[in-house]
Nanobody, 127 residues
Framework: QVQLVESGGGSVQTGGSLRLSCVLS????????MGWFRQAPGKEREFVSALSRSGEGTGAADSVSGRFTISRDNAKNTVSMQMTNLKPEDTAVYYC????????????????????WGQGTQVAVSS
């Protein structure tokens, strides 16, 4: 049974930075492509960024490209996302997701492509 636990959320002012982390337990982390999604109040969940098993394949939403950087540490079973130059529109609950895959370079950007989800961590950006 895969379990995902996010951490690192909080409240910051516009222009600030946060680093989110997600630890996967229960299975071999290096077998999973990882992703981050977010859901703002009253809005649908949206893709933020994703990373392949190998770390070579990455993708990010246009709204965060150049500001958010996703990475993984297979030795620590952790995927992280460094968020910089945060804006009020980044306010949301951020969710970590994992999907088993045989393809080392593939990442996934649709929520329905992921099997496992964390409980979420809140990010609030004030102006």
């Amino acid at each position: 049974q895969v379990q995902l636990v996010e951490s690192g959320g909080g409240s910051v002012q516009t222009g600030g930075s946060l680093r989110l982390s997600c630890v996967l337990s229960g299975r071999t982390f290096s077998s999973y492509a990882m992703g981050w999604f977010r859901q703002a109040p009253g809005k649908e969940r949206e893709f933020v960024s994703a990373l392949s098993r190998s770390g070579e394949g990455t993708g990010a939403a246009d709204s965060v490209s150049g500001r958010f950087t996703i990475s993984r540490d297979n030795a620590k079973n952790t995927v992280s996302m460094q968020m910089t130059n945060l804006k009020p529109e980044d306010t949301a609950v951020y969710y970590c997701a994992a999907q088993f895959t045989y393809y080392s370079g593939r990442y996934y950007s649709r929520g329905d492509e992921y099997t496992y989800w964390g409980q979420g961590t809140q990010v609030a950006v004030s102006s």
